[in-house]
C-alpha cells in the first residue's frame, strides 16, 4: 500500500502541527488542516502551502466535508493539559474521547485507510516504575490519561471491525518551536526566566519526564503514516532519557545563561505521575524512529527560538 499524497491534519495549527504539516508539504504531500483555532493559530502555518479550514472535530459534517478528496488522517486535534482535565473532566473527554470517535467514524464512511493519532506515554500509563514501553499496563491516573486510552481503544476496535489502518503514537513531553500557546514546563520556565520571577517546581524536583523534541515527534508521525504496519498498533515515540524537573530546570537556566535563576518549591498537583520515561525500541524496529535531538542541543535551541519569537519586544 502506497502512502497518499492528500492528508487531513487535524488540530494542524497547532504546536505540533507547525513542525508535521511543513515537513509533510516538503515532503511533497497535499495537507489540508482543520483546526478551531482554540490552541492553533493560523499564523503558525503562514507561507505554507496547505488549505486551513477552521472547524472542530466534534463536528461530524465538518470532518466528512474536509476530509473530501483526501486519503489519510493524522490526528493531533486534542485537549492536551492533564492539569485542565482534572480541572474540567467534561470538555476533556468530549474533545479526546468524542472528537476522536467523530475522526475515526468519518475515516470510515469516506473509505480512508490510514489514520496516525496522537497519543500519550506517560499519563496514559500512570504511575510505573520506568522505563514504560508497548506491554507497560495502562492505569492512567488523569481524566487526560483516560481520555488518550479510550482514544487508543476505538482506534485499535476501527481497525479489527472497519478495516482503518490506526497506529496510535505515544508522544514523550514534547518540546521546541511554535509552543508558546502550549502551557508546558519549559514555557513556563522560559517565560518566568525572561519576566524575572522564579521558576516554580511541584514537588522536591525529582519527579521526571521523558522530554522529545518536537521535530522527531514529527519524523515518527511520518513514519507511522508511510510505513505498512498493522492497524491498531501502538508505538512509543520519546528521547529514552529520563530528565528530573530539577535538571530541566538547571538545562532552561544554563540555556538562558542565568544559572542561578532562583527556584520555588511548591506541593505536588493531583493528578501528575511521579517518574516518567519510555523505551521507543519498538518504535525503532517497527518504522525505523530514533531521536535526533538530544536535550542539551534542543533545549538551547527552543530558548533562542523564544527570543526571536516570543520575547522580541
Known sequence: MSAPDGILVTGGAGFVGATLVRRLVASGYRVRVLDNLSTGDAA????????????????????????????????????GSVIGSVQDPETNFDVNVLGTFRVLDAARRAG??????????????????????ERSLPKPISPYGASKLAGEGYAHAFAKTYGVRTVAIRFGNVYGPWCARKRGVLNVFFESIHSGAPLIIYGDGTASRDYVHVDDISNALQLALENDVPGGTVLHAASGVETTVQELADLCRQAAGVPDHPIEYRPKRAGEVGRNFASYDLANQVLGYAPSVPREVGIPRTWKWFQEEVFRD
Open 44 to 79: 503558525h502555518l503562514a507561507g505554507v502551502d496547505v488549505e486551513l479550514v477552521k472547524g472542530d472535530i466534534r463536528d461530524a459534517e465538518a470532518l466528512d466535508e474536509t476530509l473530501e478528496g483526501l486519503g489519510a488522517i493524522i490526528h493531533l486535534a486534542a485537549a
Open 112 to 133: 480512508v485507510e490510514r489514520v496516525v493519532q496522537a497519543s500519550t506515554g506517560g499519563a496514559l500509563i500512570g504511575d510505573a516504575t520506568p522505563p514504560v514501553d
